[in-house]
């Protein structure tokens, strides 16, 4: 039905205003029963439904409603499944409609700046690029049902330490390009009902009182259309909040803020207008809903098998020495508790009462030969020399062994980070101590974010099943015996040890945390710096091989409006039906600025069966060439050369081409006597100055002859004849303006006149 909010908002009292923009409570919106404005509930549920009616908490502490614990993000995102994620979002919608629920509070997409994040279980990737196409398909999925989503914690929040006062203190050019883009392309792509803003500050300011943020970029550049919530707790300020583009604060601030709206109102010093605004956005997103409910089941067993379906497709294999898949005649000694009492979710806000639990050992209680021994417990750090020697005795004798190992809940949860990358030094111990009785050992990691490992090199196979939520053990068990070939790939990078992260020495400061890294996060910095990882970003195996070919570009030369469409063959060279995700990266070889040796730019997965061959399509535009240029406050590519890169991994680049752009838009021409004549040569515009000054720099110095200045001033690019030697040349290019006046070749006044005439270009 239709609904004139402005009028709706005209016939609310300054009292039912104000109060409309904070919670009834700690899961409820206000309504205004006299003006039929219902009172609507929102809930956690990035992977399965939070839903609390009673005795309300935002940690997980007390009892939600039975549900279904989907595979948390750290886990989803390797799927690199668009389609699968909007099925997912779909379940999400319907379970959420089916328990009167109007905003699911999720996805959280932000980047995994570190290891130890100790929410990094909830976030989708180290890559923005990734992030943002897996949260938008997902969003619009939920939304599919009217139900709302809240994506996120907006923005650059990559830590837990101090996270409700600390600042991140992020460049602008590094916030565009990898804290913000997962945030625009949801914003863009799929228009979430609401954003969260975080806890933290951005470069001093918080995230709920900052009008760059919410208002400048959020609603004025990407064009969100939605209301702002508040993480349970974030407001400072109040009034400047509402003012900077925060509508709703979460949860009830029993009045206290409610009032300060009011009084600030009365006193001016809030146009009341702002507040009008505020509850209009409101009111369209709580009446999108209510004006669209739906009847739907509660269907918890079909949800459970596409939680299952989703860990399947997204579990990662990470070394396979020809020995798996698994053969039910072979005998089996599944070793460790997570066997039997599996790792499957975080600690804190999005913890799900699941209605139930499937254990690895539970999915292989018809295997005749499959024997479990505890070996050590899935909740303390304690090597216990019974179990372990029972685990040994019962390696020895085993055709395979399956060690079940993983990080407790203690070790990663919302509200404090990891201090290490470790896994508990008894599962370490004793997974040594089986190699050395066995060789033909498995390890399946549970796990929300990466660790260490030690007996890597010792191992014959590894399978990441990081959180697998509740059908964990099904989707691991099909796996291990081939019943379903593994076709995720890593969301994030792996390294050998933490110090190797890139923000290592940075990581988890007190009130200032310095992003010291800038744009070389994950891939971004282990590429670039040519070091060696456990396992690269977008790495994954399977049990069945795939061969790239006839890679094909519709055109290799493209201006700004252009787009490039881009096909590569893939085809399954092995025996087995399987799934390969293929990745596109852009490298730019124009030199213009530091940039990545590579960034992800396409990726598709597809289906192939043993001897199929599908042609897989990409489409780039001008940004997936761009970089975020500050002096433009906008993406811009520079003209030049780009590669075109086909991989299996970060690492594994298959197949590439090189595509010429040549771009139209011109960057501010900002020359002053510091300004070096190399970068007057470069760009055409002002070369024929850079090139006049150079002659005479030559000439001084024993060069070429300098030209007259009339022949200078006609030409538009350097030449070969004003080339001297190497050394000659690169003084010359690094040396400012000014470093002509030193050796007396002109005044101070001509090159003044010279820069003002530059700078009028």
Known sequence: MERNLKELVAQMTLEEKAGMCSGLDFWHLKGVERLGIPSVMVSDGPHGLRKQDESGDHLGINDSIKAVCFPPA??????????????????????????????????????????????????????????????????????????????????????????????????????????????????????????????????????????????????????????????????????????????????????????????????????????????????????????????????????????????????????????????????????????????????????????????????????????????????????????????????????????????????????????????????????????????????????????????????????EAYLGGQAVGEAVADILFGNVNPSGKLAETIPYKLSDNPSYLSFGDGDHVTYKEGIFVGYRYYDAKEMPVAFPFGYGLSYTTFAYSNLTLDRNNVADEDTVTVTVDVTNTGSVKGKEIVQLYVSDLTGAARRPLRELKGYEKVSLKPGETKTVSFTLDYRSFAWYHTALHDWYAASGEYEIQIGASSRDIRLSEIVHLTTKKLLPIQTHLNTTLGELLSDERTAKYGLKLKKKMDAFFGGDAAESDEDAKGAEEPTDEAVGDAMGDAIAFSMPMRGVLSFGLCTKEELQNMIDEMNQL
């Open 74 to 463: 750290a886990l989803s995102a390797c799927s690199f499944d668009r389609e699968l994620m909007h099925t997912f979002g779909d379940a999400i919608g319907k379970e959420a409609q089916a328990q009167n629920l109007s905003v699911v509070l999720g996805p959280a997409v932000n980047i995994k700046r570190s290891p130890l994040c100790g929410r990094n279980f909830e976030y989708y990737s180290e890559d923005p690029y990734l992030a943002g196409e897996t949260a938008a398909a997902f969003i619009d999925g939920v939304q599919t049902h009217h139900v709302g989503t809240s994506i996120k914690h907006f923005a650059a929040n990559n830590q837990e330490f101090n996270r409700m006062s600390c600042s991140s203190d992020v460049d602008e050019r590094t916030l565009r390009e990898i804290y913000l883009p997962a945030f625009e392309t949801a914003v863009k792509k799929a228009q979430p009902y609401t954003v969260m803003c975080s806890y933290n500050k951005i470069n001093g300011t918080f995230a709920s009182e900052n009008p760059w943020l919410l208002t400048d970029v959020l609603r004025d550049e990407w064009g969100f259309e939605g209301y702002v919530m508040s993480d349970w707790g974030a407001v400072n300020e109040r009034v400047e909040g509402l003012k900077a583009g925060l509508e709703l604060e979460m949860p009830t601030s029993y009045g206290i803020n409610d009032r300060e709206i009011i009084a600030a109102v009365k006193d001016g010093s809030l146009d009341e207008a702002v507040l009008d605004r505020a509850v209009e956005r409101l009111l369209r997103i709580v009446f999108l809903y209510w004006d669209n409910r739906e009847e739907q089941d509660f269907a918890l067993e079909a949800d459970h098998a596409l939680a299952k379906k989703i860990a399947e497709e997204s579990m990662v294999l990470l070394k396979n020495d020809n020995v798996l898949p698994l053969n039910k005649n072979e005998k089996i000694a599944v070793i460790g508790e997570f066997a039997v009492k599996p790792r499957f979710q975080g600690g804190g806000s999005s913890h799900i009462n699941s209605f139930k639990i499937s254990s690895l050992m539970d999915a292989l209680k018809e295997y005749e030969n499959v024997t479990y021994i505890k070996g050590f417990s899935a909740d303390e750090d304690c090597y216990e020399e019974a179990l372990a020697q029972e685990a040994l005795n019962a390696a020895k004798s085993a055709d395979k062994v399956v060690i079940c190992a993983g990080l407790p809940d203690s070790f990663e949860s919302e509200g404090y980070d990891r201090s290490h990358m470790h896994l508990p030094e008894c599962q370490n111990r004793l997974i040594r101590e089986i190699t050395a009785v066995q060789p033909e050992t498995i390890v399946v990691l549970h796990n929300g974010s990466p660790v260490e490992m030690p007996w890597l090199s010792d191992v014959k196979g590894l399978l």
